[in-house]
Each structure stands twice: as structure tokens, then as C-alpha cells.
DNA sequence: ATTAATGTTCAGAA
DNA sequence: TTTCTGAACATTAA
């Protein structure tokens, strides 16, 4: 589920031990699944990046990167499944890419991981990134937009408010999970139309998405029932423990004690909230 | 045993 | 132009 926090938990496991390491090599572990997707061709990827020292491990949107010296650099995309890992994975069958970097002149691996095998894996140069990650491409990072940037993105949509917190060229970072739990906390209808938010919601969307996203990062982010999630070390994430809505459909409501979450669907997704707290109108609370 | 559902993204259709 | 649909894939729950 690598949305925002999740992502970002990756990038904070990692990079203390990949930081100013040199890369030794970049391989396929032999893997019978279907090959990763990667551009441009893995033999390029190797000529370019071998010998190569990692100056940077950050985060844009729900994508890893690794800047090397040279300024090339790895922009990895987990998708719904994908692990960055520096320990043992889940199993070794769906390691899909390994860098053996050298630490201190010793060797030691970091492996992306991906059980559904829909990540991708790119090696661009400093100008392609910059395109591709810029704003023809994704909207601000979601921890970054202000109340005023908000207001204005919002209202050039109609689409319901949970659409359009997933449309990435809108906002980046948002993903199915954490759309529930911060329309839910801000108290906004999942399919109140994004146009007609309010000032008022916008500032309880904004103040939403800061606690949320920044808690879940605390909690080292959500790992779900299928387990599939874990942080750099293989370790669970915490926030599903927190979650407000999402799966708890037929529980109690965790702010009013007395509605039932709900769950729906909209653009093929499940959205999750309280009919009681999170309502159309105009009213407030 | 089929079928539906799962966190994401993108191409192509409406 | 904007919005919607289905597909990519692997695995589990119903």
C-alpha cells in the first residue's frame, strides 16, 4: 500500500546505511516472476550507475529516489506492492531488484521487493527527472501545499472530494487508505463535490492531511491484514492500529460513539466514513 | 471452485 | 477538456 507514509518510512529505514555508499553492481536477482519494469535497459542502468556514489535518498510523492554523483539517478515506484529492504524480505521470490553497495569496504545489499510486480523502477538524469517529476507530472507533495494552493486545485474539479485527493497530478502523496482517514477526520463527505468545498473545509482538510500523514510516518505506516507492507527493517508499520475508518465498516464510529461506519464505492475504490460526522451539507461539526 | 477484492498508475475511451 | 474504465499482476477471502 506504499502511499505517502509508507514511502517516506522506506526512505528514513534506508538511508543511513545507503547514504555515500559506492554501488558495486545493479542486478535481476534470479526471480521466475515477470520481469520489473525498468527504463532504460538494465545493461545501461549498470554502465551508468556502477562505481557510482549515492549522495541522496529522498522521497517525491509515493517514489523513492537514489541521486548519484554523477547526477543520474533511481526513481523507484512501489506501486501497490513494492519494498525498498535492506534486511531479509517476505520471501525471495519476488525480490526483483539488487544493489550491492559497498559500506565501509564492505559489501551489503539493498533489495526492492514486490509481491505483485506492478512497481517500475527508472534511471533517469538530472533534466528527465526533473520533467518527470515536476508539475506536468504531479501536483505538490501533499505535506507541503498550503491552504491557499488547496482552494485553488480543489476548485478546478467537480469530482467528488475522495476522487480527486487520489488524482495525483492534483496532490501527490494521497493514496486510497489514507483519503479515508483524513476526509473522516476533517469531517468532509467523501462525495461532496471538490468544487464546493468551503473555506472552512479546506482548512480542516489541510490541518487533516498534516495530522494524519505525519502520525502515520510516527507509526512507520500501515501495514494491512495481508501483511504485505513492511518497513526497511521487515518490520510491521502501527498505524492500522490508529485507523479511524478505513476497513472498520459496521464499527462504531470512533469520534460520535454512535453511527456506523459506512463503506461505499467510488471510482472502483473502497471509501470508508461516517454518515453521522461526515455529512453533504452545509452545516458545521 | 469461481469470483471479487486489494494499496497504484496509466492508456485509451466516453 | 475532463472524467471514467479497464488492465497490468499476485494473492487471499468469500
Not at 526471480?31 to 549498470?46: K, N, T, V
Not at 544493489?99 to 538524469?125: A, E, V, Y
Not at 488524482?167 to 462525495?191: C, F, M, T, W
Request: charged share 30%.
Amino acid at each position: 500500500m506504499p502511499e505517502l507514509p509508507e514511502v517516506e518510512t522506506m526512505v528514513r529505514g534506508i538511508r543511513d546505511k545507503v547514504l555515500g555508499t559506492q554501488i558495486i553492481s545493479v542486478a535481476k536477482p534470479p526471480c521466475r516472476c515477470r520481469p520489473l519494469s525498468i527504463e532504460p535497459s538494465l545493461r545501461e542502468i549498470q554502465r551508468r550507475s556502477r562505481g557510482r556514489t549515492i549522495v541522496e535518498v529522498s522521497r517525491r510523492a509515493k517514489r523513492v529516489i537514489l541521486v548519484l554523483d554523477s547526477g543520474d539517478r533511481f526513481v523507484i515506484e512501489p506501486r501497490m506492492t513494492g519494498l525498498m529492504l535492506l534486511e531479509d524480505a517476505p520471501d525471495s521470490e519476488h525480490l526483483r531488484m539488487e544493489w550491492t553497495l559497498k559500506q565501509s569496504g564492505r559489501p551489503r545489499s539493498l533489495w526492492f521487493w514486490d509481491r505483485r510486480g506492478l512497481g517500475t523502477i527508472r534511471f533517469w538524469d538530472a533534466a528527465l527527472a526533473a520533467e518527470r517529476l515536476g508539475p506536468r507530472f504531479l501536483g505538490p507533495d501533499a505535506l507541503e501545499i498550503s491552504p491557499d494552493e488547496w482552494s485553488a486545485r480543489l476548485q478546478r474539479t467537480q469530482r467528488a472530494i475522495k476522487v480527486a485527493l487520489l488524482d495525483q497530478k492534483l496532490v501527490a502523496g494521497i493514496g486510497n487508505l489514507y483519503a479515508s482517514e483524513i476526509l473522516h477526520l476533517a469531517r468532509i463527505h467523501p462525495e461532496l463535490p471538490s468544487s464546493r468545498l468551503k473555506r472552512r473545509h479546506i482548512a480542516a482538510l489541510h490541518d487533516a492531511v498534516q495530522d494524519v500523514l505525519r502520525t502515520a510516518i510516527e507509526y512507520e505506516g500501515s501495514t494491512l491484514s495481508d501483511g504485505t507492507y513492511r518497513n526497511a527493517l521487515n518490520r510491521n508499520g502501527q498505524y492500522q492500529n490508529a485507523h479511524r475508518v478505513y476497513a472498520r465498516e459496521g464499527e462504531t464510529c470512533p469520534t460520535c460513539q454512535r453511527a456506523m461506519i459506512r463503506r461505499i464505492v467510488q471510482a472502483q475504490r473502497s471509501t470508508f466514513y461516517c454518515p453521522q460526522c461526515q455529512r453533504r451539507g452545509t452545516r458545521r461539526t
